[in-house]
């Protein structure tokens, strides 16, 4: 399966402040959300809830399990305030930690060409609260233009790659 997408560059996208979240606070949002359940909007409900804590609970095992060397390295380099980029944020394994790493006025822009993941991303970040982190629906290159993305297999895969 192939995509076409936009190259872009990030030039211009590094001012604005932002509000941080931390796990207390991302788990104590969708406690509150299951105590507002009403019956007609369970399922939905439900799906969203469940899309957040799948969510933090990835988030959690790249922190702690699968990233754990990764993340501490790019979390000793950045600081309240800072700018994070996530090139490839696939599905947000990296994106809680750089969002808490980058504080209230930090901001993360996380770039995600596949479709899906890109508008999956929104949902979740918007779900949680995460306003600091934004998402761009292109991939990053050192040109503009435009490319085809190959995506392995149906729906999402992270090794996608770029055909030209």
Not at 17 to 42: A, H, K, M, T, Y
Not at 71 to 87: H, Q, Y
């Amino acid at each position: 399966m192939s995509q076409n997408f936009q190259l872009k560059n990030t030039t211009n996208l590094l001012q604005s402040s932002w509000q941080p979240i931390d796990w207390r606070d991302s788990l104590w949002n969708i406690i509150v959300d299951i105590g507002d359940l009403e019956f007609d909007s369970w399922r939905s409900t439900f799906s969203n809830m469940f899309r957040k804590l799948k969510f933090l609970w990835r988030s959690f095992k790249s922190r702690y399990c699968d990233h754990k060397i990764e993340i501490e390295m790019l979390l000793e380099s950045i600081k309240p305030g800072d700018i994070a980029i996530d090139v490839g944020a696939n599905k947000g394994s990296f994106a809680h930690s750089l969002a808490q790493g980058v504080g209230k006025k930090g901001r993360l822009l996380a770039f995600e060409p596949q479709m899906a993941l890109a508008e999956y991303l929104k949902q979740v970040f918007c779900e949680l609260s995460l306003s600091q982190c934004e998402v761009y629906e292109v991939g990053i290159s050192d040109r503009k233009g435009s490319s085809n993305l190959h995506i392995p297999m149906e729906g999402t895969n992270p090794s996608a790659s770029i055909i030209d």
